[in-house]
């Protein structure tokens, strides 16, 4: 008979089904099968979820940085001028910017004036880095010109201030209202360096999505920013845009070359680099730390299987002398420990990605229950909690609960194959 069965046998999975479903009176252990069901589900539930949270994070994070600011910045080193000062102003900005927009690969260049000032409205004050830039290249900004939550008209540039949500706040300030911008190194006198004032209607409030972009980035039009710092004629930097922002750092060595023997390039990886390794680094411990969960939760199936062993030794006496080989016991069993795995598996991933696609009424409503505040931008810089479901991940938690659930069953299916039916016969 055992030569004619094929593995896996209709009566194989009969068998597995009724010791599942087995009442504990009956000598099943359905008891310890649900309570191995529901582990191996909120293990994978809870792996699911942390995976899905971490890349949302990761992608926002990086969305962010992408989106708001350059993809590379182009500077010159610094030089001394003819009177003997310091200086790492651009004189041909113009003309770098047409050079490195000429690259293959950049998408758009702009010349950037910045300086750090203090900005007052109505006694509030707040410290803010202006960046004055043409209009024509804020346009090109994603998350500034494009803003969800912007309000003012973005057209008017030239006649006023943009200013992020969180200076807004901060100073109170709204569209229309006038605020004014201190810098300590204003027009030069016979008596020194005085102080420079001057006051800017708003005329469009931005957010960035990251808390520290809306807290302390203002934009002045170009022309302005070059008179209000004392930059007649000259920028600071060439900010880059580039067609494929991820392959940043091929495209340092062709920038450096356009731009010439001066300039240095500084990228986006480079100012965000080391969170983003450590974001990895995190990951991969979160993932090993979780992956213990689910080990621990599978090892639970074998505590049932080797309970239901012990419970059917009679049964399993009764279907070896019947004719049954080593084999369909071991499959038998190996069925019953392994649909536990699938069926909790297939829970998990499903309540897994039901949180991550519907993490935001659920997060609304933990705030809610919470009393507010359980998200703080200020420290986590950006505003929501985001959660971005990959099949990659998906596929990781599947392998990981299946395999461990697979591996696990083989034990106690073995000792129940290898059990001798005459002993197991020999009290009943």
Partial sequence: MSAKTPPFAAFEWTIAWRYLRARRAEGGVSVMTVISLVGVALAVFALIATLAVRSG???EFVDTILGSNAHATVYYSTSVTENGQTSRTIDDFADLAERLAAVPGVVGTAPLVKGQVMATSDGRNAGVEVFGIRYDDLLTIPRIAHSDRA????T???EGIAIGEGVARELQASVGDRIRIISPEGARTAFGTSPRVNAYEVVYIFSAGRYDIDRTRVYLPFTEAQSFFNRDGVADEI??????PEDVESMVYPLMQA??????VWTWRDSAG??????????????????ILVLIAAMNIISGLIMLVKNKGRDIGILRTMGLSEGSILRVFFLCGSLVGVVGTGIGVIAGCLFALYIDPIFGFVNYLSGGGVWDASIRGIYALPAELRLVDVLKAVSLSLGLSFIVTIFPARRAARMNPVEALRYE
């Fill in 274 to 291: 080391s969170f983003l390794r450590a974001l990895d680094i995190e990951d991969n411990v979160m993932f090993i730390i979780l992956s």
């Fill in 151 to 154: 309000r003012g008209d973005i």
């Fill in 259 to 264: 731009a010439g023997p001066r300039a240095m």
């Fill in 239 to 244: 900010e880059v845009m580039l067609e494929r």
């Fill in 156 to 158: 008017r540039f030239d």
């Fill in 57 to 59: 994070f990761r992608s």
